[in-house]
């Protein structure tokens, strides 16, 4: 049981530059979310989806896109990328509203130049 | 606004001496709060949801309480290997996500 699976783990960037970070689940939650965390600043909620062909913008959603269109599949596309994107970014899922807690993946370190 | 606070930012900790972590919370009406704890490069681990003011969860020498304001996670004797940064989060009644506070960085010393 793979849980929740983020590609790449690490990517250096150029400015104006655009990316897909991918993000598959197995465990059929039907709740996904992509978060990023900057060093003391906690994890930001990006963008989230409660299921396929449904998403919702988070707390800091500008610069960034999704899409869902399976149950297992939530990617982030960034576009024109700035070095304030630069930071971890995080995918999680949760079988509904998360009382049983999201599971994350392990990351992707983003790095914009 | 819905807000986490944890205290303290850091925490160094001799092996076996025992302490709490804090977790205020303002929110209107509470769903749910978590715990969960993050490792270096690693994403976050989930321990435990807290429903209402009274309830206590445990986990080895974890135990997460709640009060109507604030949620305490308790280390007993704590070992090198709990050397972490735990996160606070919760969930509003009005909310489909949850917001997480900034994390206590904690370090157990051998």
């Known amino acids: 049981n793979a849980g929740v699976t983020q590609t790449p783990k690490f990517r250096i960037l150029k400015i104006g530059q655009s990316m897909t970070l991918q993000c598959t689940q197995d465990m059929n939650h039907n709740y996904m979310y992509w978060y990023r965390q900057d060093p003391g600043m906690g994890l930001k909620l990006i963008y989230y989806?409660?299921?396929?062909?449904?998403?919702d913008k988070g707390e800091v959603p500008n610069g960034y896109n999704v899409s869902r269109s399976t149950t297992e599949d939530f990617p982030l596309r960034l576009e024109l990328a700035a070095p304030s994107q630069t930071s971890v970014y995080f995918c999680?899922?949760?079988?509904?509203?998360?009382?049983?807690?999201?599971?994350f993946g392990s990351g992707t370190r983003l790095t914009v130049v | 606004e819905d807000q986490v606070t944890q205290s303290p930012e850091a925490l160094r900790l001799q092996e076996g001496e025992s302490s709490s972590l804090n977790c205020s919370y303002t929110?209107?009406?509470?769903?749910?709060l978590f715990w969960y704890r993050q490792d270096p490069g690693k994403g976050p681990e989930f321990l435990f949801t807290?429903?209402?003011a009274g309830e206590e969860k445990e986990k080895e020498r974890l135990k997460a309480t709640l009060t109507k304001k604030e949620s305490f996670l308790h280390i007993t004797a704590p070992k090198p290997e709990d050397s972490a940064t735990y996160l606070c989060?919760?969930?509003?009644?009005?909310?489909?996500?949850?917001?997480f506070g900034k994390g206590t960085r904690l370090h157990i010393l051998p």
């Open positions: 807290l429903y209402s």
């Open positions: 929110v209107s009406g509470l769903r749910g």
């Open positions: 989060a919760v969930h509003a009644n009005r909310d489909d996500k949850i917001i």
């Open positions: 999680a899922s949760s079988h509904g509203t998360g009382a049983y807690g999201y599971t």
């Open positions: 989806s409660v299921g396929a062909g449904i998403t």
